[in-house]
């Protein structure tokens, strides 16, 4: 079992190393169009182990870059955590002080606070109000799929 929580550790850091360039150019755009007091991000599908906060670690680092280079006070972020209901919201929960020493630790207390919640749901209904996320990450939610969403078989 531990062979499999390495290799999908491997597997969503791989991705993020992919994406890092992409993310960077996002925090960039937004940041051109307005300096949000409050950044809000989703992640879709997350994990539950030891990787969950791998995609919000990227985004702070990012949003830290960003903000060094502009020499502006990094924002507020609020990260909803999304994945179906059956998910151990629970733990990940109780790993979230050390997240947060983590963050104080790593960025020097110099990163604004970052407030984590999770929104239990599938891809199929309304999570968020129209207009509420800045960021939304997804890195293998899709072959997660819980059910077959018939109206796009009948489009194509």
Partial sequence: MALIFAFLFFQQKKVMLKAKPILHETIVQLYSKSFPECITMADMGCSSGPNTFLPIW???????????KLNRKPPILQVFLNDLPG??????????????????????????????????????????????????????????????????????
């Fill in 58 to 68: 990227e985004v702070i680092q990012a949003i830290n870059e960003t903000c060094r």
């Fill in 87 to 156: 998910n151990d919201f629970n733990s990940i929960f109780r790993s979230l002080p050390g997240f947060h020493k983590k963050l104080g630790e790593d960025m020097g207390g110099k990163f604004g606070p970052c407030f984590i919640a999770a929104m239990p749901g599938n891809f199929y209904g309304r999570l968020f109000p129209a207009r509420s996320l800045h960021l939304v990450h997804s890195s293998y939610s899709l072959h997660w799929f819980s059910e077959v969403n018939h109206s796009a078989i009948a489009y194509k």
